[in-house]
Structure formats: structure tokens, C-alpha cells
């Protein structure tokens, strides 16, 4: 996952909106995704943005692309404990591989 | 309710042996990804499959480690020799080829 870039950890309180924040590098990637990784699971899709849109909303959770600098965003309103979990940010390249990065894990206190 | 299906979900074996993960992808995806997680490397791509054929296997120890597809059913991951290095969950996803990608649970494997 060396080539998507996210910070490690995120602690929140509940209530309160949390950003994760996450780098790619290939600006060819035609699709990014925010997976969501609970204790003892695999990885399951949260959303997903289109590289030719810069903002997709889904109730609590708003995603912002800025492909210039090859940013994503996932924002979560109103965080609550059930949103504690690891989140990774992904991206599928011209080649059509996924490759992840290392993962956020949000925590978030009562 | 289909789903990607991982056995054996955990795994205890002894340093040396081989181990074979296998994977059953959801009917009719064509591509298929094993990937390792642990908390040092986060996850990374071991192996990628589309239509069956290895398409990037560059994330694997190719030394020891080997990756395939023997029918569109089964993919399997296999270690030869195992090493403690080599513990961690190792997960199978499937997914079309523009689409997302589905998880299994996983195969918890710690080599002693």
C-alpha cells in the first residue's frame, strides 16, 4: 500500500464529524473507494467516488476528491461509537489493480 | 447472499511447513486479489487475477509463495516453506473488472 498514503490513527468524540484523509499517486486511477474494516472482518465498501466528480454525499458521510493534488476526503457527521473501525482508502489504477492504503483507525469516545 | 468464502479461517502451523489458503470467489466475478494484512505493513497486494490468468504477482515472495486460479471456483494461496514472518490475515477479494471488490473474513495464519 506504499503508493496511497492515509494517516494511522483518528480519534473523535462522539457526536462530533471526523475527516480522514488520504494521498494517491496514480492519476490515471478511474475510481477511489472508502472500505471499512471492523474487528475480526474482512474489508466492506462504504462508497466510492467517480474520478470525474469532485464530491459525493451519502447521508452521514460526504467523500471530496481534488484530483489536482490526487486528494481524497471521507467525512462522517455525527460520528457515533458503531463508526469506530478502520478505514482505507483505495484506488483503482490504469491497470485496473487496487491497491489500498495502510488504513485509519478511528476511534471514537463517548 | 453471495460472498467471498476464505478456509481455513485460522490457521496454526510450525515454521517450515506448507500452507494452502484457499478462496471461493462470487459466481461469475473475474477478477480475483489476495492480499496480506498486518499492523506493521497495513495491506498489501500479494496477487491479482483476471479471467483466471496472473496478472501481478510482483508483491509476493516469489521464493516461496505461489498464487492460482484452477478454475473460475477456486483460487489458492500457498506457502512453502512457512515462516514466523509470514503470520497474518490474508485476504481474498472478487470483484468485475470495473467494479468494486468484495471481501472474504479472511485466514488468520500464525506460523511458530
Known amino acids: 500500500g506504499e503508493d496511497v498514503e492515509q494517516s494511522l490513527f483518528l480519534s473523535v468524540r462522539e457526536g462530533d464529524s471526523s475527516v480522514i484523509n488520504c494521498t494517491y499517486t496514480?492519476?490515471?486511477?478511474?475510481?477511489l473507494y472508502w472500505y471499512k474494516q471492523e474487528p475480526g472482518a474482512g474489508l466492506q465498501l462504504l462508497t466510492y467516488?467517480?474520478?470525474?466528480?469532485d464530491m459525493k454525499q451519502d447521508q452521514r458521510l460526504t467523500v471530496l476528491l481534488n484530483k489536482k493534488d490526487k486528494h481524497l476526503s471521507l467525512r462522517i457527521a455525527d460520528t457515533q461509537t458503531g463508526d469506530s473501525a478502520i478505514y482505507f482508502c483505495?484506488?483503482?489504477?490504469?491497470?485496473?489493480?487496487?491497491?489500498f492504503g495502510a488504513g485509519t483507525r478511528l476511534t471514537v469516545k463517548p | 447472499d453471495a460472498r467471498v468464502t476464505q478456509t481455513p479461517r485460522h490457521k496454526v502451523t510450525e515454521m517450515g511447513q506448507e500452507v494452502t489458503m484457499r478462496c471461493q470467489p462470487i459466481?461469475?466475478?473475474?477478477?480475483v486479489f489476495w492480499y496480506r494484512q498486518t499492523m506493521m505493513q497495513g495491506l498489501e497486494l500479494l496477487a491479482y487475477?483476471?479471467?483466471?490468468?496472473?496478472?501481478?504477482d510482483s508483491g509476493m515472495p516469489k521464493d516461496r509463495f505461489s498464487a492460482e486460479m484452477p478454475d473460475a471456483t477456486l483460487a489458492t494461496l500457498k506457502i512453502q516453506p512457512s515462516e514466523p514472518r509470514d503470520s497474518a490475515v490474508y485476504f481474498c477479494?472478487?470483484?468485475?473488472?470495473?467494479?468494486?471488490?468484495?471481501f472474504g473474513s479472511g485466514t488468520q495464519l500464525s506460523v511458530l
Open positions: 477479494a472478487s470483484g468485475l473488472e470495473l467494479g468494486t471488490l468484495f
Open positions: 459466481l461469475g466475478h473475474n477478477t
Open positions: 467516488i467517480f474520478s470525474n466528480m
Open positions: 483505495a484506488e483503482k489504477s490504469g491497470n485496473n489493480d487496487m491497491r
Open positions: 496514480d492519476s490515471s486511477s478511474t475510481y
Open positions: 487475477f483476471r479471467n483466471r490468468a496472473p496478472l501481478d
